[in-house]
């Protein structure tokens, strides 16, 4: 085969791994509901990289069925190919830039549980994202929650998909604004620090009707992290200012009045769950770990174990007898 022919077959396999071929599948069927409605992307061989500009994805609504449109100013991955040997995925470069994400919820987060890979099995390294929003509309709830998260900045966040609250803990440095409030996390080797102001624990978790302080009033947390083998140890106050805050002074845990103090550990073998189920789970661990009283504590975990209880649905039992068994290649 000459030099000719193998450069015109790498360049047509090259034009259909673009999104102008995604594109126009689904234009050719339209019943397919992930729709790629503009925006230029390529998946370079063999670098195994990916770059987009102007990305624009659209999951159209269906009844019963979660939707969303996800637009994407700059998208830059990379791939580590080697892992592909051990039938993992791994991200080790991401870089997104002005991301506006919106995403409309209508299946109940413990329905989609069984959809989360094996962990270890998918992971993101060195992930960069910037000046983007991350709009969600929850109807599984009433009433229909919604949340506006602007703002976002992260450098250098590590984590593994399964496990993908673990970003607020393994990030170099991030932030965002939630309502009037602010949310940023700082990591250095092993320990960081986690910081909340101005924002209720039941604005970010639908918790407002929990008919305790913590949940309905804006508080301020300052919380120092310590990253161990298999587990994290969690030590903060949650209060509110003694004084009124400037936005440009760093808020510090003698500042803070009606203070409750927390300490507790994050095994994280047992958050091996999507997102918001997650952060519900923590942030009831944070309260039954304060020093309140026994009935707080009680109602603490019982709501902890009814919004955090993994799903046994029948579906999820048939999706994880059919799953194959997974390579026992060690964790990178």
Known sequence: ????????????????????TLQIISKLFPSLRIEWKSGFGIFILPLFTFISFGLEINIK????????????????????????????????FLFIDRADIFYLNKIPSRDKQYLLPKSGLVKIRNAYLRKSILRI?????????????????????????????????????????????????????????????????????????????????????????????????????????????????????DELKNKLTFGFSIEWSEYELLFDLALKKIIMKLVSGGVINEVVNTTVEFLAKLLTQPPTSKTTKEKKDSQPLDSEADQS
């Open 1 to 20: 085969m000459s030099l000719f022919e193998v450069l015109s077959i790498y360049i047509i396999l090259q034009c259909l791994f673009t999104t102008i």
């Open 61 to 92: 609504e269906a009844e019963k069925k979660d939707s969303g449109l996800f637009k994407i100013d700059k998208l830059f991955l990379f791939i580590n190919p080697i892992y592909f040997l051990f039938a993992r995925l791994r991200i080790d």
């Open 137 to 253: 509309e929850d109807r599984t709830v009433f009433p229909n929650f919604k949340i506006d998260i602007k703002d976002i900045l992260l450098l250098g966040t590590s984590f593994d998909v399964t496990k993908s609250i673990e970003l607020l803990f393994k990030t170099r440095r991030g932030e965002c604004k939630i309502g009037n409030g602010e949310v940023s996390t700082r990591r250095r080797g092993n320990k960081g620090i986690l910081k909340l102001k101005g924002v209720t624990l039941g604005e970010i978790t639908n918790l407002d009707f929990v008919p305790i302080p913590p949940f309905n009033q804006k508080l301020y947390l300052i919380a120092e992290f310590h990253h161990k083998k298999k587990e994290t140890i969690v030590q903060g106050s949650l209060g509110r200012p003694i004084n009124k805050l400037d936005a440009t002074k760093e808020l510090k845990a």
